[in-house]
């Protein structure tokens, strides 16, 4: 910009001297020393003219550059003011220089606004999952398997000496699998209130072989399948304390299963009091409130879960293989379950995690008398994957085992979130 100007300068400054001279000299003016003035002039008028040009693109980057730097500084400030409690703990004792080259962005003494944090826990239980933002939704189809297989050899008489029986042998082998698809749909009310509903469809199918050996060897083979509606499940959400460095994340729920699956206590029965179809529901009204403890530890996620199982008594009212049932009293449950997830990297997640459950005795009412069944213990071996196939998709697949007799043997989960 200089240099244009010093070049204008000299020619303005050539010219007078051209003219000075020629008035000095009081001389004629050649039409050669008048075609070199046109042209100095005409060069400085295009010389006027672009440097008026270059002024004016100036003014505008000037103008752009100072936009820009506005921006940036307001950027900083949004950033910097609702600093997350971690990022805030990070950032202590690290200083800041007192030269006034880096002026504070909130008033001295005055700590900038909390903001709501959201813990994250990769590849988690459901009951172990992040909520789901508020006026957020979220839809979940999924998929799962379940086996399930047990040998029992039962001998009914009495033993003379060893080897020698008399009695009844008896040998059953039995298979049980089932397949369900559900759609599971989540909203967040509020930052810290979820609520829930899953609609699932079962497909059952249970093979039980028997063997006995008495005078003669007789075997029976029984075969069922059967298809149903499962039972709908709501359930809600709530955290209760902010996210802070170095403390847990409680949440506590409370979940109600409904009686729309098909029950074991209405199902078809043959003359010998075998069912000749599969019930695809438990028959009664279930509530499980429960606290789960989620502490986070980057890049991992610990959590801790316990919870109560309670059944709603039903009234039966009917006469099975001969015997009038009155009323079933169904067995509360109390189960824990803790485990951790494990970030890999921003797509791929995994969990281990481990519950087990005590399932009370259940109180059957037959006519004027009482029964009650055994208690249960089941325990159960989860592995969880989950791959962020999009920002709004993910896939995750869980895998549980059984490790004790009355638990499942496998069973296998695909879930697919899909949140909107």
């Avoid at 962005?105 to 959201?118: F, I, K, L, S, Y």
């Avoid at 379940?146 to 008399?166: A, D």
């Avoid at 930052?191 to 249970?206: F, G, K, M, Q």
């Avoid at 009355?406 to 879930?415: E, L, P, Q, V």
Wanted: proline share 6%.
């Amino acid at each position: 910009m200089s240099n244009i100007k010093f070049k204008a300068a000299l020619c303005a400054l050539s010219s007078m001297v051209v003219l000075a001279y020629c008035s000095a000299a009081n001389a004629e003016i050649s039409p050669e020393i008048e075609a070199r003035l046109a042209r100095l002039e005409s060069l400085l008028a295009a010389q006027d003219e672009q440097i008026s040009e270059q002024a004016v693109q100036l003014m505008q980057q000037r103008r752009l550059l100072n936009q820009r730097r506005d921006q940036a500084k307001a950027s900083d400030f949004e950033q910097t003011v609702p600093m997350s409690p971690f990022l805030l703990d990070r950032t202590r004792g690290l200083g800041e220089p007192t030269d006034g080259s880096n002026p504070p962005t909130h008033p001295v003494g005055e700590a900038p606004p909390a903001a709501e944090v959201r813990v994250s826990v990769p590849a988690a239980p459901v009951e172990a999952s992040v909520l789901t933002p508020r006026h957020g939704f979220s839809l979940e189809p999924s998929v799962d398997y379940t086996y399930s297989g047990s040998n029992i050899l039962v001998f009914r008489g009495v033993e003379i000496v060893p080897g020698v029986q008399l009695g009844v042998i008896e040998a059953s082998d039995t298979v049980r699998s089932a397949e369900s698809v559900a759609l599971t749909a989540r909203y967040g009310l509020t930052r810290r209130v979820e609520v829930e509903a899953r609609l699932p469809y079962i497909w059952r199918a249970d093979r039980i072989g028997v063997v006995q050996q008495r005078d003669a060897q007789v075997r029976r083979e029984i075969s069922l399948a059967d298809q149903d509606i499962g039972d709908v499940e709501f359930a809600a959400r709530y955290q209760l304390n902010r996210v802070q460095p170095n403390r847990p994340v409680f949440i506590a729920a409370i979940r109600a299963k409904t009686n729309t699956g098909s029950s074991p206590f209405t199902v078809t029965r043959d003359s010998f009091g075998v069912a000749t179809h599969l019930a695809t529901g438990s028959g009664y009204w279930t509530y499980e409130p429960n606290l789960t403890m989620i502490y986070p530890s980057d890049p991992a996620v610990f959590f801790l879960t316990g919870g109560l199982m309670l059944g709603q008594t039903t009234n039966i009212n009917r006469t099975i293989d001969g015997i009038f049932i009155r009323k079933v009293v169904p067995g509360g449950s109390l189960s824990m379950s803790m485990g951790y997830g494990f970030a890999v990297n921003q797509r791929f997640s995994y969990s281990v995690a481990y519950r087990h459950s005590y399932l009370m005795p259940t109180e059957i009412k037959i006519g004027d008398t009482k029964t009650r069944s055994k208690s249960v213990q089941v325990g159960i071996v989860s592995v969880g994957v989950s791959y962020r196939l999009s920002d709004r998709l993910t896939l995750s697949p869980s895998f549980e085992f059984g490790t004790t007799p009355d638990a499942s043997d496998t069973h296998i989960s695909f879930r697919l979130p899909m949140t909107f």
